[in-house]
């Protein structure tokens, strides 16, 4: 099992920066692939970003490429993610998710069905 806890949310103005965290307990995820995904009131959740075991290999959904950064500490069982540039549209509540099936994968997964673990979520919300 895997306990996913996110931290680092909050209210923030436009065109300002926040940094989230995904801290793992339960087993190590080191060897799983990591994502973020947010949800927006009356919208559907959305991939964000997601990252290899290894951390060599991201990918990030086309709304926040350019602006926000995945990264780990595999050390730390925890991962990150670094928002810039913040925008309205970017609010809503960010999930923490482990792709365990991914262990040691290349490939990074981009869709909600193949992470089986997941956090309570951290609401970001983006003033104008």
């Known amino acids: 099992q895997v306990h996913l806890v996110e931290s680092g949310g909050g209210l923030v103005q436009a065109g300002g920066s926040l940094r989230l965290s995904c801290a793992a307990s339960?087993?190590?995820?080191?060897?799983?692939?990591m994502g973020w995904f947010r949800q927006a009131p009356g919208k559907e959740r959305e991939f964000v970003t997601g990252i290899t075991w290894s951390g060599d290999s991201t990918d990030y959904g086309d709304p926040v490429k350019g602006r926000f950064t995945i990264s780990r500490d595999n050390g730390k069982n925890t991962v990150y993610l670094q928002m810039n540039e913040l925008k309205p549209e970017d609010t809503g509540v960010y999930y923490c998710?482990?792709?365990?099936?991914?262990?040691?994968?290349?490939?990074?997964?981009?869709?909600?069905?193949?992470?089986?673990?997941w956090g309570q979520g951290t609401q970001v919300t983006v003033s104008s």
């Open positions: 339960g087993r190590t995820i080191s060897d799983s692939a």
């Open positions: 998710a482990a792709a365990t099936a991914f262990r040691g994968s290349y490939i990074t997964p981009t869709r909600g069905y193949e992470y089986d673990y």
